[in-house]
């Protein structure tokens, strides 16, 4: 079944340190997108890519960084700049631009900063 | 700015009520407008809404476009604790590289 996979589901992250978080999808999308999920806040924009090696900055990209070497794999980056991580982060993606066909989201990973 | 404005934040219902839940959306160029529903984790696609579709409706759960008004009602009748979810509204407009997300609603149904 095609779907986008999110890996792990739970990150532990002290302060100070790198951390990454995987997405692959196997739907053959173009798109990939990033968004921190905090409540009350609905979803906000990290980074997202239209294709393969080529990436935007989101609403909110500072202190997070991004790869598209792959058109499977988009991982994120949450970098020591991040200085308020602790969120939930969903990946997604889409044909095209998503405007039509809307997005396909992972199960998402819990970042928490001990 | 691009904005899309969920309401009400927060609905505690009874099962059995029907409920209607809004988005309204400042946007330049508007294309289209998505209704999810997030249980624990990953969103999952209700309905898609355009200027050639503006009235969708599955079993329970109907949405409505009103263009003029620049907003989007969805009703849920008889609800059913399976209901209770958090509900994102998102925005797609022409050219341009992503959907534009509301704060969400969250609704909890009561037995």
């Known amino acids: 079944d095609g779907g986008i996979t999110q890996s792990p589901k739970y990150l532990f992250r002290k302060e100070g340190q790198n951390v990454t978080l995987s997405c692959e999808q196997n739907?053959?999308?173009?798109?990939m997108y990033w968004y921190r999920q905090d409540p009350g806040q609905g979803l906000r924009l990290i980074y997202y890519?239209?294709?393969?090696?080529?990436?935007q900055k989101g609403d909110i990209a500072e202190g997070y960084s991004v790869s598209r070497e792959k058109k499977e794999s988009f991982p994120l980056t949450v970098t020591s700049a991040q200085k308020n991580p602790t969120a939930f982060y969903l990946c997604?993606?889409?044909?095209?631009?998503?405007?039509?066909?809307?997005?396909?989201f992972g199960s998402g990973t819990r970042l928490t900063v001990v | 700015e691009d904005k899309v404005v969920q309401s009400p934040l927060s609905l505690v219902v009874h099962e059995g009520d029907t409920v209607t839940l809004n988005c309204s959306y400042e946007?330049?160029?508007?294309?289209?407008l998505l209704w999810y529903k997030q249980e624990k984790k990953a969103p999952t696609f209700l309905f898609m809404l355009?200027?050639?579709?503006i009235e969708k409706k599955s079993g329970r759960l109907s949405s409505i476009l009103d263009k003029k008004e620049l907003s989007s009602i969805l009703n849920i009748t008889a609800t059913q604790t399976g209901d209770s979810a958090i509900y994102l509204c998102?925005?797609?407009?022409?050219?341009?590289?992503?959907?534009?997300f509301g704060q969400g609603t969250r609704l909890t149904i009561n037995p």
């Open positions: 739907l053959n999308h173009d798109a």
């Open positions: 355009t200027s050639s579709g």
């Open positions: 890519s239209q294709i393969v090696n080529d990436f």
């Open positions: 946007v330049t160029n508007f294309r289209s």
């Open positions: 998102a925005v797609g407009r022409r050219g341009a590289q992503k959907l534009v």
């Open positions: 997604a993606s889409s044909r095209d631009t998503g405007e039509l066909y809307g997005y396909t």
